[in-house]
């Protein structure tokens, strides 16, 4: 079974079983360009999915979960039994594990990153959401200078919750087209819809 496959069928159980979560696919994070494969925002939580499908190389596992666990409150990773054992034997054991055996099971439940990156979080921020905590000369420099400066400043803490609002913003317009054109079961030209972001012209 493909990635693709999979997280089709995972959306739903995901929604089935989230009410009132934000769902986002393929967002990208991280200074090294990294593309999550599903993003679950719910009650001020990131919670993060790395879907591995039958045919995946798992080589690159372990420098994806590194990203991932400094930016995600949450990690997980979805797979079938053929990958099973390696993604275990591979993955930290904060990572969680979900086995999709026919239906959906949580074979270990991830644990919450107490760690994160501001680096990484922020990044997630465009100029306008931290320009506030710059000041004047500072809201001209590179958008990667004005991220690492307001990081510095900020507390962890204040960090998660723009960046938070950041990707709610961004995530939650998209997500409600998704939800709006969707029959009961998620398809896969849906996936296309949870992807990007909604350009506001003024």
Same mark, same amino acid.
């Given at each position: 079974?493909? #990635?693709?496959?999979?997280?089709?069928?995972?959306?739903?159980?995901?929604?089935?079983?989230?009410?009132?979560?934000?769902?986002?696919?393929?967002?990208?994070?991280?200074?090294? +360009?990294?593309? #999550?494969?599903?993003?679950?925002?719910?009650?001020?939580?990131?919670?993060?999915?790395?879907?591995?499908?039958?045919?995946?190389?798992?080589?690159?596992?372990?420098?994806?979960?590194?990203?991932?666990?400094?930016?995600?409150?949450?990690?997980?990773?979805?797979?079938?039994?053929?990958?099973?054992?390696?993604?275990?034997?591979?993955?930290?054991?904060?990572?969680?594990?979900?086995?999709?055996?026919? *239906?959906?099971?949580?074979?270990?439940?991830?644990?919450?990153?107490?760690?994160?990156?501001?680096?990484?979080?922020?990044?997630?921020?465009?100029?306008? #959401?931290?320009?506030?905590?710059?000041?004047?000369?500072?809201?001209?420099?590179?958008?990667?200078?004005?991220?690492?400066?307001? #990081?510095? *400043?900020?507390?962890?803490?204040?960090?998660?919750?723009?960046?938070?609002?950041?990707?709610? +913003?961004?995530?939650?317009?998209?997500?409600?087209?998704?939800?709006?054109?969707?029959?009961?079961?998620?398809?896969?030209?849906?996936?296309?819809?949870?992807?990007?972001?909604?350009?506001?012209?003024?």
């Amino acid at each position: 079974m493909s #990635a693709n496959e999979i997280k089709i069928k995972f959306i739903d159980w995901l929604l089935d079983n989230n009410e009132g979560a934000i769902l986002s696919n393929e967002l990208l994070f991280s200074k090294n +360009k990294r593309r #999550a494969d599903l993003v679950l925002l719910l009650k001020n939580q990131t919670i993060s999915f790395e879907i591995k499908g039958d045919l995946d190389n798992l080589k690159c596992l372990q420098q994806q979960l590194k990203d991932y666990l400094i930016t995600f409150d949450e990690v997980n990773i979805v797979c079938t039994n053929k990958l099973f054992k390696k993604i275990c034997a591979l993955s930290p054991k904060r990572v969680g594990i979900i086995l999709f055996d026919k *239906k959906f099971k949580t074979i270990r439940s991830a644990k919450i990153n107490k760690k994160l990156s501001k680096i990484s979080l922020i990044q997630f921020c465009k100029p306008n #959401a931290i320009s506030k905590f710059l000041n004047k000369n500072q809201k001209h420099l590179p958008t990667e200078e004005m991220r690492a400066i307001a #990081a510095n *400043k900020l507390t962890l803490k204040d960090v998660k919750n723009i960046s938070y609002q950041s990707l709610t +913003k961004k995530i939650n317009p998209i997500y409600k087209i998704f939800l709006k054109d969707k029959g009961k079961f998620t398809i896969k030209e849906d996936l296309l819809n949870l992807i990007g972001e909604i350009k506001v012209i003024r």
